[in-house]
């Protein structure tokens, strides 16, 4: 860890090739889906949240390695990409770092979350 940056920061530079650019780009991704999302250091992970409720996290799997964008509430969604694995509210959608990323289905989940997320209770 680099003292003058914060652990949030850590994540993504201890990060080796090719996840530390998957993660890097995925933050920028989510950042720039709307004005009020805000990124947090959680769980010693990084988290996102909407106007100040928790959205999505960034993780990799243990065994694999391989970064997914946890969604919160994402039981509520259906995508053959989501997967939801034995939790209760979250769904997981893994990103394959030695890839391009699938912009066009980060975007259509997202959308989807967001759209989730914002509907009245």
């Keep these: 860890m680099t003292d003058d940056l914060t652990a949030l920061d850590n994540f993504y530079w201890d990060q080796e090739e090719p996840n530390r650019g ?8 989510i950042l ?8 947090e250091w959680k769980y010693k992970l990084p988290f996102f949240y909407l106007n ?3 959205f999505c996290y960034l993780r990799k799997d243990k065994k694999s390695n391989i ?6 509430g994402g039981y509520k969604l259906q ?3 989501l997967i939801q694995e034995n939790r209760k509210f979250v769904k997981l959608l893994y990103i394959d770092p030695n890839k ?3 912009i066009d289905l980060i ?3 997202m959308e989807w979350t967001l759209d989730m997320h ?4």
């Design 118 to 121: 914002k509907a009245p209770k």
């Design 67 to 72: 970064p997914y964008i946890g969604i919160m």
């Design 52 to 54: 100040g409720k928790m």
């Design 32 to 39: 720039g889906l709307d004005e009020g999302m805000t990124p």
């Design 100 to 102: 391009d990323l699938d």
């Design 22 to 29: 998957c993660f890097l780009a995925l933050k920028e991704i």
């Design 79 to 81: 995508h053959p990409k």
């Design 107 to 109: 975007f259509e989940i």
